[in-house]
């Protein structure tokens, strides 16, 4: 069955608070503040470094994204590896109640990203390792282990959200295909109806753990984004200076964290679009003249009591994920751009 990626998932991320091990709270405790002695290592070490020295600008959006890394391996730790482990169980437990049609390549999909991933993050670390040597370790190595725990997440986010966005496509699926064979009963559409109110259990479920995730997810790539931008724009002689296989890596490092996060809107975008295409069929039962065997009253009553259950995403719960985000990201950098550029004229 395709839930069987929720193991791979779990045992990979196990480290980072997807456990349902009873043991995992002192695990995540002692982890923690490990992670916090290496945070102390790092800004000891840049004490002394030119990092002091940037511009306002560059300062800022550094402090917010080492905040940002920060609270989120709070929230994997702590949060999500502490309190919300029921949420977890709740989670596995109503993605099995669902049936699927069919197979799909999650193993596949995840190991192919995740190893990309891994090979990419490798690559930075030898080409910043050749410019640093040792003094790597105490620089940066931290910073790598946080955003490792941010693409999991969202990698994991997507892989779930694409085994949620299958399951909304198989209930519409069902009820095109027994109308069509005119086999519609009160028995199917009940079936159905209990589907989509677990599957909507499961959205809130997903909300709760991978939510906040998301949201730092977006803020990271989003100030990175724009690190480079004031670069670019102020101090286009920093990047020349960078070897061309330094500019490649870090670039292809955000541009994967982009991707996954655009494949997450999509993805929740679409299970929006395919809960609104089953409501959409369920009154288009209701209007016509199909010889069904199931009465047009309990369409209506069906169609009032999915219409409770409609999917909803939200990234920490401070803005519904859906395709109007990433016009509203891409106008976010525009407009620190626009700044940007007229602090540089004057």
Not at 155 to 184: D, G, H, N, P, T
Not at 328 to 346: A, G
Request: aromatic letters at 18%; glycine letters at 4%; one cysteine or more.
């Amino acid at each position: 069955m395709d839930h069987n990626i929720l193991k791979s998932i779990f045992l990979i991320g196990s480290p980072f608070g997807l456990c349902q091990n009873k043991f995992y709270k002192l695990f995540a405790i002692g982890f923690f503040l490990l992670y916090n002695v290496g945070i102390i290592v790092k800004f000891h070490a840049r004490q002394n470094s030119s990092y002091w020295t940037l511009s306002s600008m560059q300062f800022v959006l550094r402090l917010l994204l080492n905040c940002d890394l920060y609270f989120h391996n709070f929230y994997v730790f702590i949060i999500v590896g502490i309190t919300k482990r029921n949420q977890l169980t709740r989670l596995v437990t109503n993605i099995k109640k669902i049936k699927l049609g069919g197979l799909s390549q999650y193993h596949c999909v995840f190991f192919g990203w995740y190893i990309t991933m891994v090979a990419v993050l490798s690559l930075n670390f030898y080409i910043w390792w050749t410019c640093f040597k040792f003094d790597f370790i105490r620089f940066y190595l931290i910073e790598y282990f946080e955003m490792y725990t941010q693409f999991f997440f969202i990698l994991s986010a997507c892989i779930i959200l694409r085994m949620l966005l299958f399951r909304y496509k198989y209930q519409k699926q069902l009820i095109l295909e027994e109308s069509v064979m005119k086999q519609i009963t009160s028995l199917n559409m009940h079936d159905i109806e209990i589907n989509l109110v677990i599957l909507k259990r499961t959205d809130s479920t997903f909300n709760e753990i991978f939510g906040w995730t998301i949201l730092y997810n977006i803020f990271f790539a989003a100030i990175k984004t724009l690190i480079y931008l004031d670069i670019a724009v102020k101090n286009y002689s920093t990047l020349v200076t960078h070897s061309t296989s330094q500019f490649v890596s870090q670039i292809t490092l955000l541009l994967l964290f982009w991707i996954c996060i655009i494949v997450v809107i999509r993805f929740c975008d679409s299970i929006i679009e395919e809960f609104e295409g089953l409501i959409s069929l369920a009154y288009r039962f209701e209007n016509c003249d199909l010889d069904l065997i199931i009465d047009k009253n309990e369409i209506c009553e069906f169609i009032k009591n999915v219409s409770q259950n409609r999917p909803k995403f939200t990234a920490g719960r401070y803005f519904v994920i859906e395709m109007t985000l990433i016009f509203n990201i891409l106008d976010s950098m525009t407009t620190f751009l626009l700044i940007v550029l007229q602090f540089k004229e004057n």
